[in-house]
């Protein structure tokens, strides 16, 4: 069983939790908290696998309190947020210090149901309790940048990335995309995150890092120097043809319980580009994006999968290695430089 506490200042928020995690026959809530000083005596008594908690609270925030958990008592955490700026703000800087998930709770005035709220809640969790907490950095991992590829501003130049991430994602794309040049390969990333959020995760990553990076519009091209993310709450896949790849944004049914789906990305990209592109799978629970990735495999791409090590959780990588569906796993120190090289330098795969 997965042990859970609960930390919110509502009580009806609290039992609300209660009954979607308690329904499921894998997870159990052990404790209940109003506030962090509640929780911390609590933690005396009871030791949870994962934590859920607040953002915004009155005798202390989320983010304080967990920075205070996670230096003498490290958790999994998961961050329940209002689907708002403010909240999609504080969330991201708590993902930075060490929760491993974040879920946006429901409000009258968002259409995010309370029936989507509760498939990621579990979803969350279940990541969560696989997650390896370790201590993050106050900086987001990174390393040397690589050299300009030197290539025109044209999406036929530099083939495609395309790259699928979950639990852990945050940190590292991160850690890949601050390793990019500004004249990098097109980039278009599912990340798997609520509504709301992916735009200030793209301003974040685009402040620290050189190629343009923003969240993706409908119909917009694959260039050289910008990475596209997906907005949740829609899917995203690559359309038109191979020369004048562009994305393509729709609202749809959830793919392997997530909407955006990475199968949906990759699985076009096999389509749209054949062989003419690098899939990347990076850490996350679950399987989403395996079968993707090794459709873009069968299709001639080359496909890397983050290895196990430097993984979160390692469940979408080794779901693809299962599948057979990468050329290469490596640690996530490595990718940038392997999905830029084959990107550009189409015969360098035996070097990577």
């Not at 699928?164 to 390793?179: D, F, I, K, N, Q």
């Amino acid at each position: 069983m997965i042990q859970v506490m609960v930390i919110d200042d509502s009580a009806v928020i609290r039992a609300q939790y209660q009954r979607i995690l308690d329904a499921e026959p894998d997870i159990e809530v052990v404790a209940a908290a109003e506030d962090p000083y509640v929780a911390r005596r609590l933690l005396d008594e009871v030791h949870p696998d994962v934590i859920t908690l607040d953002v915004e609270m009155p005798r202390m925030d989320g983010v304080t309190f967990l920075r205070k958990l996670m230096a003498g008592r490290p958790t999994p955490v998961v961050m329940a947020s209002m689907l708002t700026q403010k909240g999609a703000e504080i969330s991201l800087e708590a993902l930075r210090i060490g929760a491993v998930g974040v879920v946006g709770k429901p409000t009258p005035d968002h259409p995010w149901s309370l029936a989507d709220f509760a498939i990621d809640l579990v979803e969350e969790v279940r990541a969560a309790a696989q997650a390896r907490v370790r201590p993050r950095p106050l900086a987001m991992p990174g390393g040397p940048r690589l050299v300009g590829v030197g290539r025109h501003r044209h999406c036929n130049d530099a083939w495609p990335v395309l790259i699928g991430a979950s639990t852990g994602g945050t940190v590292a794309l991160g850690s890949v995309l601050s390793r990019l040049p500004a004249d990098s390969p097109p980039v278009a990333i599912v990340q798997h995150m609520p509504p709301g959020f992916t735009a200030s995760f793209a301003a974040r990553l685009d402040h620290t890092c050189a190629p343009r990076i923003r969240e993706a519009r409908d119909g917009d091209a694959l260039v050289a120097g910008q990475v596209l993310i997906a907005p949740g709450g829609v899917h995203m896949e690559i359309s038109g043809i191979r020369l004048e790849p562009h994305v393509r944004l729709y609202e749809g049914e959830r793919v392997n319980c997530h909407c955006p789906s990475v199968d949906v990305l990759l699985h076009s990209g096999a389509k749209v580009l054949g062989g003419h592109a690098v899939g990347v799978l990076l850490t996350g629970m679950g399987a989403d994006g395996a079968n993707g990735l090794k459709a873009m495999h069968e299709a001639g791409a080359f496909t890397i999968a983050q290895d196990k090590e430097s993984c979160v959780v390692y469940g979408m990588p080794q779901a693809a290695m299962a599948l057979g569906a990468a050329s290469k796993q490596l640690p996530l120190d490595r990718i940038a430089e392997a999905m830029v090289r084959i990107a550009v330098d189409r015969e360098s795969h035996a070097a990577v």
